[in-house]
């Protein structure tokens, strides 16, 4: 759909609106800015039942939301028997037509099987990197007692209150929503899950045989040398299968979790437009990581469903 010159001179105006009104409150009215609490851990919003509703708990049900919207929307454009999608639905077939060609390229005849993974993990940590850029996103919440700072509350009309930092001791904020992906438990959920599967897939395309590739002892006796150092790799490849869970939880985490508290201190010293330019680059981080960690479960993946080389060695000759 083409933007009319009409449309475009409304939403220049409505940025430099907002533009102004950021410079007023900041610079002349002279509102304090707040710089949010900053803590590893979700904060509990409500309990439902006696469970704890966290704020990445939310998020992460808003997520799910925007994902099987996106699907369903998808699943109609098709349906209607379109030969070109546009919008969202367009873009949305794009990006799964990349995923499947590379996943054929990685996964070969095993791509239809480990293709769904990637697409779905791709897509789901994709949306909830980008919640980040939505306004209300961890600024947002309730105010409570906290120990890190004394917080006294500035009514400004009927509804808006601003929260200033003064002394030791007091209130501070708690967002309703908060980024998932900056939850450790999320990404190493997600982790765990892609771990066992490629165990899932090693196992399903080489039966037992698969088990060698961590417990290699048949030429111990024949050809010690050998037979020693194909001991020690299975060890290695051991000690490899648990370290990809923290590799992919905490790499996810400390780039989501360290580009959110960018954002709150870059607002909080230089506040209406400097942030702008660091949301930009959190899009494109966002964006990355999720590619990454798709791409990096579908090649672990295939990884599992071939043999493994190396396993016999000729004798050197005297």
Not at 70 to 83: C, D, E, L, N
């Amino acid at each position: 759909m083409t933007e009319t010159p009409k449309q475009r001179v409304w939403g220049r105006w409505v940025v430099l609106a907002a533009f102004l009104v950021g410079v007023y409150l900041f610079y002349v009215a002279k509102i304090p800015v707040i710089m949010p609490e900053v803590l590893l851990p979700a904060e509990e919003v409500f309990h439902l039942g006696g469970f704890p509703i966290t704020n990445t708990l939310i998020a992460l049900f808003f997520v799910d939301l925007i994902v099987f919207g996106i699907a369903f929307g998808v699943s109609r454009a098709v349906a209607s028997g379109k030969q070109i999608l546009g919008g969202i639905s367009g873009a949305v077939e794009a990006l799964i037509e990349m995923i499947y060609g590379m996943t054929e390229g990685t996964a070969g005849k095993w791509a239809k099987t480990i293709f769904p993974w990637f697409a779905t993990i791709m897509l789901l940590v994709l949306v909830a990197n980008w919640m980040e850029m939505i306004p209300g996103i961890e600024t947002v919440g309730l105010i409570h007692t906290s120990e890190h700072g004394e917080f006294a509350t500035q009514q400004i009309g009927p509804f808006l209150g601003i929260v200033k930092a003064e002394g030791e001791g007091g209130h501070a904020l708690i967002p309703y929503v908060r980024v998932v992906s900056s939850d450790l438990n999320f990404t190493l959920a997600i982790a765990i899950v892609v771990v066992v599967m490629i165990q899932y897939y090693g196992i399903k395309s080489q039966g037992a045989a698969y088990f060698s590739k961590f417990w290699n002892v048949k030429t111990v006796f024949t050809k010690p040398i050998f037979g020693v150092i194909d001991f020690g790799v299975g060890l290695l490849e051991i000690v490899s299968e648990f370290s990809k869970v923290l590799s992919f939880a905490f790499r996810l985490f400390g780039n989501i979790f360290a580009g959110s508290v960018l954002l709150f201190v870059i607002g909080s010293l230089v506040p209406v437009f400097a942030q702008s330019i660091f949301y930009l680059l959190e899009f494109f981080v966002g964006a990355i990581q999720a590619f990454v960690f798709g791409l990096l479960a579908t090649t672990f993946m295939a990884q599992a469903t071939q043999g493994h080389g190396g396993e016999h060695h000729e004798e050197a000759h005297a």
